[in-house]
């Protein structure tokens, strides 16, 4: 009986994937950013696409010293030399949560407070910030990110592709960020088809300032 109850527990052990990293809930309602990201969006995208690169990441690190790392560790410790799926997957998970978290309802509109300030300083107006902002979403390739990044005290907008983010070392532009734009086609195709544009005119209805005044004010600091 006892080696028996071994057996099994070894069979267990060798069919499991341990979650080491898990799927943070969503923040608001798959509808709560309707119309300007829609329902069906927001649970393909949360529900399949996120957990996806969660449940493949635990695949990545299983038996690596990236195991026992923390998520934000993970991204900083990516180089040219991190093998694909952990850096992908890796900057799959952290890349989302970053964006779903980024996003609001009853959010959206001018930016207030310190970050305000710094946009209009830095772009001089509002306006012109989101023509940079648009451009740089318009400007990369196939899919990837666009950040707004705190880079030695400034902000600095710019892309990555596929699943890289600021924080990995392999990044052009290294820095902290406080707010996303997830490029990526599935991120708007049902609602928006080909029209990366109007999402991008859409995210700002529902962008969280909030947070990205709080985090913009940690990396001033
Ligand atoms: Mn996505």
């Not at 991204?75 to 952990?86: D, F, G, L």
């Not at 850096?87 to 207030?112: I, S």
């Not at 983010?165 to 708007?188: C, F, R």
Request: proline share 5%; glycine share 8%.
């Amino acid at each position: 009986m006892k080696n028996l109850l071994f057996i099994l527990f070894l069979l267990v052990m060798e069919n499991s994937v341990f979650a080491q990293f898990s799927q943070e809930p969503l923040p608001y309602a798959f509808d709560a950013l309707e119309p300007s990201i829609d329902k069906a969006t927001m649970e393909i995208h949360y529900g399949k696409h996120h957990k996806a690169y969660v449940d493949n990441l635990n695949k990545a690190v299983a038996g690596t010293p990236q195991e026992k790392i923390s998520l934000l560790d993970l991204q900083k410790s990516v180089t040219a030399q991190t093998p694909a799926a952990i850096r992908n997957n890796g900057g799959g998970v952290w890349n989302h949560t970053f964006y779903f978290n980024g996003m609001a309802p009853n959010a959206g509109g001018e930016p207030k407070g310190a970050l305000g300030e710094a946009i209009k300083a830095g772009w001089g107006s509002f306006d012109h910030f989101k023509d940079e902002f648009k451009k740089a979403a318009l400007g990369r390739f196939g899919s990837g990110w666009v950040w707004l990044t705190v880079v030695n005290g400034k902000l600095v907008i710019h892309s990555t592709p596929n699943q890289d983010n600021p924080l990995m070392q392999i990044s052009e532009v290294k820095g902290t960020p406080v707010l996303s734009l997830d490029v990526w086609e599935h991120a708007y195709y049902l609602k928006y088809q080909n029209k990366r544009a109007d999402y991008a005119d859409a995210y700002w209805n529902v962008v969280n300032w909030k947070l990205a005044n709080e985090l913009y004010s940690k990396a001033v600091k």
